[in-house]
């Protein structure tokens, strides 16, 4: 099973950035999917979340309206569209999979700032 994130960068503030996660070694689409966060001396913090169809999404109050999560079961991937980039969403960002089993991938860095 292989979750590999990648897309994360440094961007200045009020730009944006697409995240992607290629999955590997499981049943993609029988698969929620999930972004989570990380910033530095903090907890991991659930951003955004898609149903395994990808008809059903979530996301956390201080993202909504700026990200957008979307999934292509065609080519096993989850994306994180990020618009509107503050300093405050600057993180390492995790790809999470839910169904029989969880999956976490390794992780992609976003960094913004001016």
């Known amino acids: 099973v292989q979750l590999v994130e990648s897309g994360g960068g440094l961007v200045q503030p009020g730009e944006s950035l697409r995240l992607s996660c290629a999955a590997s070694g499981f049943t993609f689409s029988a698969y929620a999917m999930n972004w989570y966060r990380q910033a530095p001396g903090k907890g991991r913090l659930l951003v955004a979340g898609i149903s395994s169809a990808g008809g059903s999404t979530n996301y956390v109050d201080s993202v909504k309206g700026r990200f957008t999560i979307s999934r292509d079961n065609a080519k096993n991937t989850v994306y994180l569209q990020m618009n509107s980039l503050k300093p405050e969403d600057a993180a390492v960002y995790y790809c999470?999979?839910?169904?029989?089993?969880?999956?976490w991938g390794q992780g992609t860095q976003v960094t913004v700032s001016s």
């Open positions: 999470n999979a839910v169904g029989s089993w969880s999956y």
